[in-house]
């Protein structure tokens, strides 16, 4: 089973700061992996699809990269609604697996 | 709109059964793959199963595998989860999504699940 580790668990910035959480798989998966944001209360939402593809509707401050083992999600500019907790998730084999997640808090 | 809403969530007693169903509407139900994903209070995300749209293809969680079973009624745009021996552990909002490229959209609104005596 391929395991997801995400980085940092919990981050904490100002507005307008730059913002990397990182994901690392346990085996190459190629791109397939996907982000999302999740606030509390509510369902996940996709924000970036095949590693580095940007979901229609989500800002262009929200940014991916990565492929093989090692992936990245960056919010270029972080704005007060970004406040919620990311994951990262691997399509690649079955059974699909998520990163513990990541809490971003907007000061 | 693409829309996903599930039902069926509850209160049960450890090694009862219930069954989750998820309905779909503004796409062609059919033409996608789906999965249920879940969240225990508090915790993260976890993967518990995946259908192929036409039901040839079914994977399951390891921690679920022989008491839950997925399936699916194109005619009726439904998914479905059936649990059963549930266990206090198995206690968590359960979501069906939509399989896009490499990732869920969109996801239902979710459902809870409490498994307790």
């Known amino acids: 089973d391929i395991q997801m580790t995400q980085s940092p668990s919990s981050v904490s910035a100002p507005v307008g700061d730059r913002v990397t959480i990182t994901c690392r798989a346990s085996q190459g998966i190629s791109t397939w992996l996907a982000w999302y944001q999740q606030k509390p209360g509510k369902a996940p939402k996709l924000l970036i699809y095949?590693?580095?593809n940007l979901q229609s509707g989500v800002p262009s401050r929200f940014s991916g990269s990565g492929s093989g083992t090692d992936f990245a999600l960056t919010i270029s500019s972080l704005q007060p609604e970004d406040s919620a907790t990311y994951y990262c998730?691997?399509?690649?084999?079955?059974?699909?697996?998520f990163g513990q997640g990541t809490k971003v808090e907007v000061k | 709109e693409v829309q996903l809403v599930e039902s069926g969530g509850g209160l049960v007693r450890p090694g009862g059964s219930l069954r989750l169903s998820c309905e779909g509407s503004g796409f062609t139900f059919s033409n996608y793959n789906m999965q249920w994903v879940r969240q225990a209070p508090g915790k993260g995300l976890e993967w518990v199963s995946f259908?192929?749209?036409?039901?040839?293809?079914?994977y399951y969680a390891e921690s679920v595998k022989g008491r839950f079973t997925i399936s699916r009624d194109n005619a009726n745009n439904s998914l479905y989860l059936q649990m059963s021996r549930l266990r206090d552990e198995d206690s968590a909002v359960y979501y069906c999504?939509?399989?896009?490229?490499?990732?869920?959209?969109?996801w239902g609104q979710g459902t809870l699940v409490i498994v307790s005596s």
């Open positions: 999504g939509r399989v896009a490229v490499a990732g869920i959209d969109p």
């Open positions: 259908i192929s749209g036409k039901s040839s293809s079914i």
């Open positions: 998730h691997q399509a690649s084999s079955f059974p699909h697996s």
């Open positions: 095949a590693a580095s």
